[in-house]
C-alpha cells in the first residue's frame, strides 16, 4: 500500500469513527453503519501496519533532502501509529462496539497526535512535490512557448521568445 492510500485510508476510517460516534449506537449490531464500524476499522490497522516504513520509503524514492530529518520524524510517527494501533485493536477486540466507545477512541491522544502527524507529512510530501515540479520545469517555459523545442530539451527559454 502506498503512503497516500495509507493516509486517506487512516482519514477516511477516522472520518467514519466521528460519525459513528455520533448516532449513540448501543452496539455495532443490528445497523448498516454498525455494521460498518469493524470495516473502517481493520482498515485503518492494515494502513497504519508499515505506515512509517512506507514514509520512509517515499521519501528515499522521491530523493528529499536531509533524509536524516525525515528519519526522526518518522520515528516518532511510528511510535504515535503503534499507540494507534493498540487503541484501535483493543476495540476491534470487543464483543460489541457501542457509539461511546468510539468517541473514546476518537479522544484518544494518541490517535490525535497519529492524524496530526498524517497532516504534517501529507503536506510536506505535497510541498516537496510540487517544489520538485517547479525545478524540473526550465526557466521560461511553463504554459505554451515559441520555443517548445528548446523547452523540450530542458533549456531555459527568455520570457517572449
Not at 452496539?27 to 469493524?38: E, M, N, P, T
Request: glycine share 6%; proline share 4%; hydrophobic share 40%.
Amino acid at each position: 500500500m502506498e503512503t497516500e492510500e495509507r493516509i486517506n485510508a487512516i482519514e477516511e476510517c477516522y472520518e467514519f469513527m466521528l460519525t459513528y460516534a455520533a448516532q449513540g449506537l448501543p452496539s455495532d449490531k443490528g445497523s448498516r453503519s454498525a455494521g460498518q464500524v469493524r470495516e473502517f476499522l481493520n482498515r485503518g490497522v492494515n494502513a497504519l501496519d508499515g505506515l512509517a516504513e512506507s514514509c520512509a520509503t517515499t521519501v528515499w524514492d522521491e530523493g528529499f533532502d536531509p533524509p536524516e530529518k525525515y528519519q526522526a520524524f518518522f520515528d516518532v510517527l511510528d511510535r504515535d501509529a503503534h499507540d494507534s494501533l493498540a487503541a484501535i485493536e483493543i476495540v476491534l477486540a470487543q464483543p460489541e462496539i457501542s457509539s461511546q466507545m468510539v468517541d473514546n477512541l476518537n479522544a484518544s491522544i494518541h490517535l490525535r497526535a497519529l492524524l496530526t502527524d498524517l497532516f504534517l507529512v501529507d503536506e510536506v510530501l505535497k510541498t516537496q512535490r510540487q517544489s520538485a515540479d517547479l525545478i524540473a520545469i526550465p526557466y521560461g517555459c511553463s504554459g505554451a512557448t515559441k520555443n517548445q523545442s528548446a523547452c523540450e530539451a530542458g533549456e531555459s527559454v527568455k520570457p517572449g521568445a
